[in-house]
């Protein structure tokens, strides 16, 4: 086993990564001055005790945890089982989120019942809508899976920073920085999803949901730079 994978397989080494990111992240919240936009819809509805699907692209994952009010209600993600997956799903629970580890050697249909099993308890679901590995700004049809099967309101969120630190990972995912100017922006996207939908619908909804994310990133982007 090489060097690079035994630090990788490291729960001390993982646990101190995780901290190093919450630490960094909190400071970041703590010091910067943000604008947060458009989230009245989606507290609303979490106060009426309905759960929702709030979806974002990768890059911005890192500050997921103040695009999400998880005062008013609880929230679980969905990571990957890898080690990128794990940590992610680590630093999620430092603020509050729940996660649910999408293992491929599990059966799907376990999964599944486990999932809308937690959505019917009141749960809302996070999803990185081109995770865990790309391409980046691709949305995959797993946001679209979970709007069919559980019909709940989809929201769309980002955030954007004057001064961020860019990670060397597949989609650059942004760290921001201290005594920044930042934006939390919120969407909601009203497009309906039927239940049942052929191949050209699905991609017609998947390619929709794509363009409104990124309609709702570069704006945050422009926000910043302004």
């Known amino acids: 086993m090489s060097l690079r994978k035994k630090l990788a397989d490291s729960e001390r080494l993982q646990s101190w990564v995780v901290s190093l990111l919450e630490r960094r992240v909190r400071k970041a919240w703590r010091s910067s001055r943000w604008q947060r936009i458009g989230f009245e819809p989606m507290e609303d509805s979490l106060r009426a005790g309905e759960p929702v699907i709030v979806v974002l ?3 911005r994952l890192m500050m997921s945890p103040y695009l999400f009010p998880t005062e008013l209600g609880p929230i679980f993600t969905l990571t990957s ?7 992610a799903g680590q630093f999620q629970t430092r603020f509050g989120m729940e996660t649910i580890s999408m293992n491929s050697r599990e059966r799907h249909v376990t999964m599944s ?31 679209l899976v979970w709007a069919r099967s559980a019909q709940k309101r989809v929201f769309v969120v980002t955030f954007s920073a004057d001064n961020v630190r860019a990670l060397p990972t597949w989609d650059e995912m942004w760290v921001p920085r201290p005594r920044a100017k930042g934006v939390l922006l919120c969407e909601e996207w009203t497009t309906p999803v039927p239940r049942k939908m052929d191949a050209a619908q699905e991609e017609a909804l998947r390619l929709d949901l794509e363009n409104s994310l990124n309609a709702l990133s570069d704006r945050a982007d422009k926000m910043v730079r302004s």
């Open 57 to 59: 692209w990768h890059q």
């Open 81 to 87: 089982a890898a080690r990128a997956g794990r940590l």
């Open 113 to 143: 019942r486990q999932i809308l099993r937690k959505i019917k308890e009141g749960y809302s679901i996070g999803i990185a809508a081109d995770g865990p590995r790309g391409p980046a700004r691709v949305c995959s049809t797993v946001p």
